[in-house]
């Protein structure tokens, strides 16, 4: 189920970029030659899933200092047996990471991300197929620190703690979401992923 709800989710994903576009185009070939593609015994490649999470006035985000890399990321991490959609596997990691209760997460990916990950096997040439979500939090969101992550703080969106291009590209992508379906017109495209944070 979760992989055929990740192939579905990119094939019909419509990407802002046209690196973007060759990602979700190498993301769907790797599923499709990959049955186990979803999970973290696909070496050296697999999916995983993350979620970026703005302040309810979109003028922050929250990040996690990650205990093993030891930079500041969006939360995320590998999907799970449980996970039934490639948006709850990331709702799932952002309330697990995060503390946040209550998070809701728009269904449509942001961004993608291949990046290498020495620390995710024992040699080293794993990498990461990330595929990026939003969610806002609400007013009085409480966040806490898991035992993944060394902290976990807000950030201003024009000033983050370590702006490499994949996370400042991310941010810019996720504001542009927030703002298009704020509109008058526009609609939201945010909904509830079939698995509630925790």
């Keep these: 189920m979760l992989h055929a709800d990740a192939r579905a989710t990119l094939a019909s994903w419509a990407a802002p970029t046209r690196e973007q576009a060759a990602l979700r185009e190498r993301y769907v070939a790797h599923l499709d030659a990959h049955p186990d593609g979803m ?13 970026l999470v703005l302040s309810h006035d979109h003028t922050r985000v929250l990040l ?47 961004q993608l991300s291949e990046h290498a990950v020495p620390f995710c096997g024992p040699g080293g040439d794993v990498h990461h197929l990330d595929v990026r979500f939003l969610s806002v939090a609400g007013a009085d969101a409480v966040h806490a620190v898991s035992e993944e992550s060394l ?48």
């Design 39 to 51: 999970t973290r015994a696909c070496v050296p490649d697999h999916l995983t899933a993350s979620t």
């Design 151 to 198: 902290d976990v703080a807000w950030w201003p969106v024009e000033t983050l703690p370590d702006p490499e291009p994949d996370l400042v590209e991310l941010v810019a992508l996720a504001l542009g979401r927030v703002q298009s379906t704020s509109e008058p017109g526009g609609g939201s495209s945010r909904a509830a992923a079939d698995q509630p944070s925790r």
């Design 64 to 110: 996690t200092l990650h205990a093993k890399a030891r930079r500041w990321f969006q939360f995320g991490g590998h999907c799970e047996p449980a996970d039934a959609t490639l948006a709850g596997a990331a709702l799932r990691e952002a309330g697990e990471e995060s503390g946040l209760v209550g998070l809701v997460i728009d269904p449509v990916p942001v």
